[in-house]
């Protein structure tokens, strides 16, 4: 099906939010075709364990993805691995182009294109990126077995990415700007009691420190907030982890957005400022965040589009008859 240049639906990313459409459109029969981006299956296939994901006490996020993909699959989806480069949402149908040439117009498109780890924009954190500093302790904690490691954060992700480099670390330093992790209690307590962990507080990076030949880390400055005093710290890995930017890029000039780039929808739904266009998952919750209520939204987001599509042939059905008739 993938050669398909004229689709009903078309879904961007594959994160819990673009599967969980996809599945709904699918057994809707509006036999969407879903473009997965750079990174199929988003933001879970870079974390480890997951352990709030009902019905799963335990999984790894990788394969959480490998199956909401197959389930995807099953239901009929046309899963495509290619990249939006370019969205025109300008007339109906809209048009995607993509990576590899191919285009793709669409009578509705829903939009779950996540959100991307967000850096401190200092030159010396750009300049080592990729040489000692990283925001994927997932992907690159492997390289620092027996060495020290520095993560900067507070929340979710920075205590997940300081606890899974204890498995590599000799030595794991977090170091956040407060005086209290906005991580969850039981994150925070199995931190607190790690043996590898040290916690600095009222910290922030000032600089990352290096050598040139070969290129690498040799520690941080970190600053006292509290007093402006510098001191410097050694560490082989610097993994910076303070949160998510929407990735609103394809429609930050053609969409109503707010908060810093998140999608606006209309409030209780999945509807964007152009009809025919929805989105659903971080691109558009800055407050919430998590898997289960990314695929909650990708679910409203095919039943919006299944809405509005049958409006658009003359048969009019409102979303909570289409709850009905899919359940
Ligand atoms: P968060 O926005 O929750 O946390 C970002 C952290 O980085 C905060 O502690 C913040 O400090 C700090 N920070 C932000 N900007 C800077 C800066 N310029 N300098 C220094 N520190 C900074 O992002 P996360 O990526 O941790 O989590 C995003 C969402 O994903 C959350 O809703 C989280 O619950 C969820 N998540 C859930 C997981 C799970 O359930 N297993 C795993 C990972 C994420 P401050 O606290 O002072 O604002």
């Given at each position: 099906?993938?050669?398909?240049?004229?689709?009903?639906?078309?879904?961007?990313?594959?994160?819990?939010?673009?599967?969980?459409?996809?599945?709904y459109a699918?057994?809707?029969?509006?036999?969407?075709?879903?473009i997965q981006?750079?990174?199929?299956?988003?933001?879970?296939?870079?974390?480890?364990?997951?352990?709030?994901?009902?019905?799963?006490?335990?999984?790894?996020?990788?394969?959480?993805?490998?199956?909401?993909?197959?389930?995807?699959?099953?239901?009929?989806?046309?899963?495509?691995?290619?990249?939006?480069?370019?969205?025109?949402?300008?007339?109906?149908?809209?048009?995607?182009?993509?990576?590899?040439?191919?285009?793709?117009?669409?009578?509705?498109?829903?939009?779950?294109?996540?959100?991307?780890?967000?850096?401190?924009?200092?030159?010396?954190?750009?300049?080592?990126?990729?040489?000692?500093?990283?925001?994927?302790?997932?992907?690159?904690?492997?390289?620092?077995?027996?060495?020290?490691?520095?993560?900067?954060?507070?929340?979710?992700?920075?205590?997940?990415?300081?606890?899974?480099?204890?498995?590599?670390?000799?030595?794991?330093?977090?170091?956040?700007?407060?005086?209290?992790?906005r991580a969850?209690?039981?994150?925070?307590?199995?931190?607190?009691?790690?043996?590898?962990?040290?916690?600095?507080?009222?910290?922030?990076?000032?600089?990352?420190?290096?050598?040139?030949?070969?290129?690498?880390?040799?520690?941080?400055?970190?600053?006292?907030?509290?007093?402006?005093?510098?001191?410097?710290?050694?560490?082989?890995?610097?993994?910076?982890?303070?949160?998510?930017?929407?990735?609103?890029?394809?429609?930050?000039?053609?969409?109503?957005?707010?908060?810093?780039?998140?999608?606006?929808?209309?409030?209780?739904?999945?509807?964007?400022?152009?009809?025919?266009?929805?989105?659903?998952?971080?691109?558009?919750?800055?407050?919430?965040?998590?898997?289960?209520?990314?695929?909650?939204?990708?679910?409203?987001?095919?039943?919006?589009?299944?809405?509005?599509?049958?409006?658009?042939?003359?048969?009019?059905?409102?979303?909570?008859?289409?709850?009905?008739?899919?359940?």
């Amino acid at each position: 099906m993938t050669e398909r240049s004229h689709v009903k639906l078309l879904i961007i990313g594959s994160g819990p939010a673009g599967y969980t459409a996809a599945v709904y459109a699918s057994r809707a029969m509006l036999e969407p075709m879903l473009i997965q981006g750079m990174q199929p299956g988003g933001q879970l296939t870079i974390t480890t364990e997951v352990e709030n994901w009902p019905g799963e006490t335990e999984i790894q996020g990788p394969e959480l993805m490998v199956k909401m993909e197959a389930h995807a699959l099953a239901m009929g989806a046309d899963v495509v691995t290619d990249m939006v480069t370019r969205l025109d949402l300008s007339s109906r149908p809209f048009t995607a182009e993509c990576d590899s040439g191919r285009v793709v117009r669409a009578d509705a498109v829903i939009l779950a294109t996540g959100a991307q780890a967000r850096w401190l924009g200092l030159p010396s954190e750009e300049k080592y990126k990729g040489f000692g500093v990283s925001a994927c302790a997932t992907c690159d904690g492997f390289f620092y077995r027996n060495r020290e490691v520095i993560v900067i954060g507070g929340g979710n992700t920075a205590v997940e990415e300081a606890l899974f480099l204890t498995k590599f670390a000799s030595k794991v330093t977090l170091v956040h700007r407060r005086d209290s992790l906005r991580a969850e209690k039981i994150l925070q307590h199995r931190l607190l009691n790690h043996p590898k962990v040290e916690v600095i507080w009222n910290h922030e990076l000032a600089e990352v420190t290096g050598a040139e030949t070969p290129m690498g880390v040799s520690g941080a400055v970190l600053r006292n907030l509290l007093d402006g005093s510098t001191r410097q710290v050694a560490a082989d890995g610097i993994f910076v982890a303070i949160g998510h930017a929407p990735a609103s890029e394809l429609v930050k000039d053609q969409l109503e957005l707010h908060n810093g780039g998140y999608v606006k929808v209309e409030p209780g739904s999945t509807r964007t400022s152009i009809p025919g266009v929805f989105a659903a998952g971080d691109l558009t919750d800055h407050v919430y965040r998590q898997a289960v209520t990314s695929a909650g939204m990708g679910c409203m987001a095919a039943l919006d589009a299944e809405h509005f599509l049958a409006a658009q042939d003359g048969v009019e059905t409102a979303p909570e008859q289409l709850v009905a008739s899919i359940a």
